[in-house]
């Protein structure tokens, strides 16, 4: 197929997939009309914006924490100690064999608050938010850890080697060598990770963290009229997690140059 004739029938796709979608919201809109308010969401865009905001400091230090929690359980997932292996493995195989929401609730009310409320609040921080942080932290860095660990261990042997035999000490040989070659292989599944991590901060709602998917539920119980908040809030996730995918395409595509 020549070029021309190429852009002639991507011209029709974009063309067909828009009178598709265009016809398929026409019809699904349509159907909502009677029920379809837009002055309610923005009577309470204050309350729902919060939300947003809240979801985007929750997601941002989670981030963080479960890079941090990841590195972490993948370095003691390759300690020479057993007794540190081992418990690494445990707490990995203990996360992500059990629901997040059970953690949430377990990890909440029966640890970290009766630990923590009363410290947090008296320095002013919000006690469930941090405690949420913290949570979405562990879970995640579990999932990271594994992620991590299979994309170090996919390194050549060689490749070690190579680096203690020009001097390198273990920190020098994962920050200079091993680290850089296994973030582009597993690149993609931490993408992932991340995406998902700010789609879960959603379940946080169970433990009174405030965040975007509980303000939308705070505007349905006040307004009786869900479906002007589910399109912000669909839209307001989007925003989130757009820029990510995004950034892992960029970053796979510079490093698929670079090779």
């Known amino acids: 197929m020549s070029l021309s004739s190429r852009r002639l029938w991507n011209w029709i796709a974009i063309v067909l997939i828009a009178a598709f979608f265009g016809g398929l919201c026409t019809l699904v809109f349509s159907k909502l009309s009677p029920g379809w308010n837009w002055?309610?969401?923005?009577?309470?865009?204050?309350?729902?914006?919060?939300?947003?905001?809240?979801?985007?400091?929750?997601?941002?230090?989670s981030l963080v924490g479960s890079l941090l929690v990841g590195v972490l359980l993948?370095?003691?997932?390759?300690?020479?100690?057993?007794?540190?292996?081992?418990?690494?493995?445990?707490?990995?195989?203990?996360?992500?064999?059990?629901?997040?929401?059970?953690?949430?609730?377990?990890?909440?009310?029966?640890?970290?608050?009766?630990?923590?409320?009363?410290?947090?609040?008296?320095?002013?921080?919000?006690?469930?938010?941090?405690?949420?942080?913290?949570?979405?932290?562990?879970?995640?860095?579990?999932?990271?850890?594994?992620?991590?660990?299979?994309?170090?261990?996919?390194?050549?042997?060689?490749?070690?080697?190579s680096a203690r035999a020009v001097g390198f000490n273990r920190g020098q040989v994962y920050r200079h060598v091993i680290f850089p070659q296994a973030l582009r292989r597993v690149l993609p599944a931490i993408a992932g990770q991340f995406v998902s991590l700010i789609k879960d901060s959603s379940l946080l709602s169970v433990i009174g963290v405030q965040e975007f998917a509980y303000q939308a539920r705070v505007y349905t119980s006040r307004t009786y009229g869900g479906l002007e908040a589910y399109v912000p809030l669909a839209i307001g996730y989007l925003v989130l997690t757009a820029p990510i995918a995004f950034l892992a395409h960029r970053l796979e595509r510079r490093f698929r140059d670079e090779t």
Do not use: H
């Open 39 to 61: 002055s309610k969401p923005w009577d309470y865009r204050g309350l729902l914006l919060s939300g947003w905001w809240c979801t985007l400091i929750l997601s941002l230090g």
């Open 74 to 161: 993948m370095l003691g997932q390759r300690s020479p100690l057993p007794a540190v292996k081992w418990t690494c493995r445990i707490f990995l195989e203990f996360v992500r064999d059990t629901p997040l929401l059970v953690q949430l609730l377990v990890g909440y009310f029966m640890i970290f608050a009766p630990l923590m409320s009363r410290s947090l609040e008296s320095i002013g921080w919000n006690d469930k938010l941090v405690i949420g942080m913290i949570l979405l932290s562990l879970f995640q860095g579990a999932y990271l850890g594994e992620i991590l660990r299979g994309g170090v261990e996919s390194i050549p042997r060689t490749q070690w080697e």
